[in-house]
């Protein structure tokens, strides 16, 4: 297979099917991974295929060791490669809770999916890049971890969310400064307030502050905002920045007076 291989967690919907979709456009194979059954993906898959990306679906837990095992081996199994990897998957808190009054259930859950399964999963993956990359030093190889304004601004009613993409922002920092040897380049895109289902239980409240000006660009994200920034990586756009941000916030992220 000649085509580059992208990985996409979380691949199935909202910012990682967008991802996905993007990248197919440009010419990657595909292989997504998510937690939802087969039947239910069924219509994304066709379509990345439309696009001739060859592309296959991997039901898999990241947050489990097992799960993570399974995914690098299905994409040994079919591919024989892996080119980019994009740390998408990620959940909030199932209910919003005062940081007070927040349980350790909580915390666990979305610290294991939201940093422990990409922080394990990356490993897995870059030690696979390093070979490859002794093979076939032509070869580009990129690592993408979505992160979020909430890495920086406070929500005290999802604490563990914030902890998790604080957490992710300096594990992009630490894999960038490890594998810089190797050629392998690794980035956060730091999304903001993204028209996702995540969001759609607040969307009320952000349809006012945007309104009343939170953004200077104002007006919700896309997931393609955010799949266009993972595609100029994917094209080579940014070959001398590692472990960079990319805020695609809606400017979000300039402090202003």
Same mark, same amino acid.
């Given at each position: 297979?000649?085509?580059?291989?992208?990985?996409? /967690?979380?691949?199935?919907?909202?910012?990682?099917?967008?991802?996905?979709?993007?990248?197919?456009?440009?010419?990657?194979?595909?292989?997504?991974?998510?937690?939802?059954?087969?039947?239910?993906?069924?219509?994304?898959?066709?379509?990345?295929?439309?696009?001739? +990306?060859?592309?296959?679906?991997?039901?898999?837990?990241? +947050?489990?060791?097992?799960?993570?095992?399974?995914?690098?081996?299905?994409?040994?199994?079919?591919?024989?490669?892996?080119?980019?990897?994009?740390?998408?998957?990620?959940?909030?808190?199932?209910?919003? /809770?005062?940081?007070?009054?927040?349980?350790?259930?909580?915390?666990?859950?979305?610290?294991?999916?939201?940093?422990?399964?990409?922080?394990?999963? /990356?490993?897995?993956? +870059?030690?696979?890049?390093?070979?490859?990359?002794?093979?076939?030093?032509?070869?580009?190889?990129?690592?993408?971890?979505?992160?979020?304004?909430?890495?920086?601004?406070? #929500?005290?009613?999802?604490?563990?969310?914030?902890?998790?993409?604080?957490?992710?922002?300096?594990?992009?920092?630490?894999?960038?400064?490890?594998?810089?040897?190797?050629?392998?380049?690794?980035?956060?895109?730091?999304?903001?307030?993204?028209?996702?289902?995540?969001?759609?239980?607040?969307?009320?409240?952000?349809?006012?502050?945007?309104?009343?000006?939170?953004?200077?660009?104002?007006?919700?994200?896309?997931?393609?905002?955010?799949?266009? +920034?993972?595609?100029?990586?994917?094209?080579?756009?940014?070959?001398? #920045? /590692?472990?960079?941000?990319?805020?695609?916030?809606?400017?979000?992220?300039?402090?202003?007076?």
């Amino acid at each position: 297979m000649n085509k580059p291989v992208a990985l996409v /967690t979380g691949g199935a919907r909202g910012i990682g099917f967008g991802i996905a979709r993007e990248l197919a456009d440009i010419g990657y194979d595909i292989a997504i991974d998510d937690v939802l059954a087969d039947q239910s993906v069924q219509e994304a898959l066709k379509e990345l295929q439309e696009k001739g +990306a060859h592309t296959i679906y991997i039901q898999a837990d990241i +947050a489990r060791a097992d799960g993570r095992d399974a995914i690098i081996k299905e994409l040994k199994n079919v591919f024989g490669r892996i080119d980019m990897l994009v740390n998408n998957a990620g959940v909030a808190p199932k209910v919003r /809770t005062d940081i007070l009054q927040a349980t350790e259930e909580s915390y666990d859950r979305v610290m294991n999916i939201n940093l422990k399964g990409p922080y394990f999963l /990356t490993q897995e993956v +870059a030690n696979w890049m390093i070979e490859q990359k002794k093979e076939y030093s032509e070869r580009s190889f990129y690592i993408v971890n979505t992160g979020s304004l909430s890495s920086y601004a406070s #929500s005290p009613a999802r604490g563990e969310y914030c902890v998790s993409k604080a957490g992710i922002s300096m594990m992009t920092k630490l894999y960038a400064d490890r594998l810089a040897e190797y050629g392998i380049l690794v980035y956060e895109i730091r999304p903001g307030i993204i028209a996702t289902d995540m969001t759609s239980v607040v969307k009320e409240k952000y349809d006012r502050l945007i309104e009343e000006g939170l953004l200077p660009i104002k007006r919700w994200g896309y997931p393609k905002d955010i799949a266009k +920034a993972v595609a100029a990586i994917a094209k080579g756009y940014l070959p001398y #920045s /590692t472990g960079q941000v990319i805020d695609v916030d809606g400017g979000f992220h300039i402090p202003r007076l």
